[in-house]
Nanobody
Framework: QVRLVESGGDLVQPGGSLRLSCAASGFTFNMYAMSWYRQAPGKGRDLVASISSNGDSTKYADSVKGRFTISRDNAKNTVYLQMSSLKSEDTAVYYC????????WGQGTQVTVSS
């Protein structure tokens, strides 16, 4: 079955960096675009970034452009989100999602930006 497992969330100070990982299994990873979403307390789940199946095309929410980078390693069935210059408003649970006719989500990883 499709499985997505996020990791790498942590407590970090403003201005710091983190790299999130999402390990995928149960499907042909290199055939699917992938995305990262986040959900802050009391808010809806918002798209952060997406990447095409071969990694050639990426898109970002305006709020993270220039600070976050999405990438993937199809040999390792893993998608990454490199986050830098973190702000308190980046605090959220971060989820990865397989883009397709059926949505599959991971369980999420908590990122807290606080001094």
């Amino acid at each position: 079955q499709v499985r997505l497992v996020e990791s790498g969330g942590d407590l970090v100070q403003p201005g710091g960096s983190l790299r999130l990982s999402c390990a995928a299994s149960g499907f042909t990873f290199n055939m699917y675009a992938m995305s990262w979403y986040r959900q802050a307390p009391g808010k809806g789940r918002d798209l952060v970034a997406s990447i095409s199946s071969n990694g050639d095309s990426t898109k970002y929410a305006d709020s993270v452009k220039g600070r976050f980078t999405i990438s993937r390693d199809n040999a390792k069935n893993t998608v990454y989100l490199q986050m830098s210059s973190l702000k308190s408003e980046d605090t959220a649970v971060y989820y990865c999602k397989r883009i397709g006719l059926i949505d599959y989500w991971g369980q999420g990883t908590q990122v807290t930006v606080s001094s």
